[in-house]
């Protein structure tokens, strides 16, 4: 059974600071990795994507992939209010068009 | 480019009648996948088209969830007859890469 695994929180940061959300994959041979952001009541929205190990940075986001390790991580540099939504971290581990396999979710809450 | 397209958006029915959810991929978007999403947990995947083939549905309550995409576009899910336990958020998602997923708005069905 693939298992993707996240904190479920919530994490709580001052707003202006960096949001630092961890994931980890039982899979070894996945080769795609995501993250989305659920506002409550909201579906997710596709945020991140990263296939190489290293950073990937896109405006205030940044993932970072390491392999070896099975891990995945999103940074948030200056956090918003905004940013407060549960994210969700999701591995494909065929690396193709396979179905995803979603972790239940970090909920952060960024405080004005 | 609109969305993904998903109807109605909340549905209340008794237990034991049918119910069917519609959804309008991208366009352009060949593969398409129907997700369950329970509260504080990530979604889960029922079925997947690649076009009009259904090629993953290993996790479809057969017995009494049905799907479709005719002409390997627009899909319609159908539960026959509802359970108490079915109440949960059905979300849409397409693809035209097959790696990066595209999440409709869902339906939040409510079985009484």
């Known amino acids: 059974q693939k298992e993707v695994e996240q904190n479920s929180g919530p994490l709580s940061v001052p707003e202006g600071a960096i949001a630092s959300l961890n994931c980890t994959y039982s899979?070894?041979?996945?080769?795609?990795f995501f993250w989305y952001r659920q506002y409550s009541g909201k579906s997710p929205e596709l945020i991140m994507s990263?296939?190489?190990?290293g950073d990937k940075e896109d405006g205030r986001f940044t993932a970072q992939l390491n392999k070896a390790s099975q891990y995945v991580s999103l940074l948030i540099r200056d956090s918003q209010p905004s940013d407060s939504a549960t994210y969700l971290c999701a591995v494909n581990a065929q690396g193709g068009s396979e179905k995803l396999v979603f972790g239940k979710g970090t909920k952060l809450t960024v405080n004005p | 480019e609109a969305g993904v397209v998903q109807s109605p958006r909340y549905k209340i029915i008794e237990k034991k009648q049918p119910v069917a959810f519609w959804c309008n991929p991208i366009s352009g978007h060949n593969t398409l996948y129907w997700y369950l999403q329970n509260l504080g947990q990530g979604p889960e995947l029922l079925i997947r088209?690649?076009?009009?083939?259904?090629?993953?549905d290993s996790q479809l309550p057969k017995d009494r969830f049905s799907a479709e995409r005719l002409k390997g576009v627009d899909s319609t899910l159908k539960i026959q007859p509802a359970e108490l336990g079915d109440s949960a958020v059905y979300l849409c998602?397409?693809?035209?890469?097959?790696?990066?997923?595209?999440f409709g708005p869902g339906t939040r069905l409510t079985v009484t």
């Open positions: 088209y690649e076009n009009e083939e259904a090629v993953d």
């Open positions: 990263i296939y190489s190990n």
């Open positions: 998602a397409s693809s035209y890469t097959g790696y990066e997923q595209y």
């Open positions: 899979d070894r041979g996945s080769q795609s």
